[in-house]
């Protein structure tokens, strides 16, 4: 709990720079665009591993429902990535924004936010992939 006792009024709007190419695998493919349920549905699932609080599991479908791309300056990377050949993904800055106010839930996406400087996030972050932090505005 006293981990989401962040602002009363928390910002509706999260800018996350990404550093090192980033991608997504889902459902088999390879995702090089920062869709809001797969980068905090990373972020949740890397918190859920290695924090010692759990957050809501719900968080995953907030994200899908309710935040948005809203804003962004990408620029597409490709990348060497093992013996597996090259890993296209996307580098620069996205916001996202939500348009439910509702401070439990928007906290929690702060908190990954925060996070995400320390976890990474997507396919390859142990290579090196996936460097990310949270940015200002």
Known sequence: PFLLAGPARPPARIRLEFASPTTFKSKGRFIPLPLPELVFGSLLDRWQTFAPVALNPELRRFAAEVVHLSRYNLQTR????????????????????T?????????????????????????????GLGQVRPAEE
Do not use: E, I
Request: aromatic residues 18%; proline residues 2%; glycine residues 12%.
């Open 78 to 97: 490709v990348a060497p990535y093992k013996q597996q050949g090259m890993r296209v993904g996307f580098t620069g800055q996205a916001d996202f924004t």
């Open 99 to 127: 348009t439910n106010r509702d401070r439990y839930w928007l906290n929690m996406l702060h908190l990954l936010a925060a996070f995400s400087f320390y976890s990474g996030v997507g396919y390859g972050t142990a290579s």
